[in-house]
């Protein structure tokens, strides 16, 4: 049964408007990136620049809401329900819950710039599947539980959310911030763990015998596993992928060095690769191979990628 404080507030009471928003969503996706073919991608950095900074204090506000309203309250972490009743603090709890609701809905508009950027490299199938599928999940959270053991999610999650978008908000500055972008790498590990915390903390309020409906808390843990599954894949996919190519290179027999690079042209350190391949080779043949030479120009060592390399510029 459905939590009476919130069954009539906007986006509550019905599932029609989340279905209308993600149907746009989709549409955005599709014929926004046929149409982005044929033009230049948009800058937008004023616009990411406001918009992260708006997003960083949507977060921040609903992680304080939750947690003095949880503290408040005497919310426990291994078990808590949300009372039929009349408190403030419960019901100021519900209204955090709907705004998180509702910021699920502004994060879409994450996908949205992907588009007119043309970052097509961005829009996985990871990526599409987070944000699509947190609408109808927190709808029906905050619709049968606003609060009470849900309560953990949210916060910790709006916690990440700050910090996500404060990484955010140094990339939309441009190049020249960069190298300050080091800790991508941490803030994936970040979301990992996020997710492999809120399963165990689901856990403990099934051993408990928690109150919240067990249809919802089967459907929380079976999507928290596929989140798990998914962060993995690319974490291994952009971390350690790259890293397992370069040793492979790096160990690998001189004589057979050009189908190793055959091999690693699609990675990101291709070029590299090559030109540390080379160096390597043309030393052991005591030839005069320029130290000097930059990977990028590949026709100097190697006719063959100097080939590939015209016809991609």
């Not at 519900?94 to 970052?119: I, M, N, P, Q």
């Not at 249809?215 to 843990?221: E, P």
């Not at 370069?246 to 699609?266: A, L, Q, R």
Request: proline share 5%.
């Amino acid at each position: 049964m459905h939590n009476w404080r919130v069954k009539d507030w906007l986006f509550l009471s019905s599932p029609y408007p989340f279905a209308c928003i993600l149907t746009c969503y989709f549409s955005i996706i599709y014929f926004g990136r046929n149409l982005m073919k044929t033009r230049e991608p948009y800058s937008l950095r004023k616009v990411l620049f406001v918009y992260n900074t708006l997003q960083i204090i949507l977060s921040t506000y609903i992680f304080k809401e939750i947690l003095i309203t949880a503290y408040q309250s005497g919310y426990s972490l291994t078990c808590q329900s949300i009372e039929r009743s009349a408190d403030p603090l419960p019901y100021r709890m519900a209204e955090a819950f709907w705004w998180f609701t509702t910021s699920k809905v502004f994060d879409l508009l994450d996908t949205v710039f992907f588009v007119l950027r043309k970052k097509e490299n961005q829009l996985t199938f990871l990526h599409v599947y987070h944000h699509s599928s947190m609408l109808p999940n927190w709808y029906l959270g905050t619709l049968y539980l606003p609060g009470g053991q849900a309560f953990f999610s949210a916060m910790l999650n709006s916690l990440v959310h700050i910090i996500m978008y404060c990484y955010y908000l140094l990339s939309a500055l441009g190049p020249e911030w960069q190298p300050y972008l080091w800790w991508k790498k941490y803030l994936t590990q970040l979301q990992l763990t996020q997710f492999l915390v809120v399963i165990g903390h689901i856990l403990v309020g099934v051993y408990n015998d928690c109150d919240p409906p067990h249809w919802l808390t089967t459907w929380t843990l079976s999507y928290m596993c596929t989140m798990v599954a998914l962060f993995l894949n690319y974490y291994y996919q952009t971390y350690r992928m790259p890293s397992l190519k370069t040793k492979f290179i790096t160990s690998y027999p001189t004589e057979n060095i050009d189908n190793v690079v055959e091999e690693s042209e699609n990675s990101p350190e291709a070029e590299e690769d090559w030109f540390n391949c080379q160096l390597r080779k043309n030393k052991r043949n005591k030839s005069n191979f320029p130290t000097n030479a930059s990977p990028s120009k590949a026709s100097v060592c190697c006719p063959r990628r100097g080939e590939g390399d015209k016809k991609t510029g």
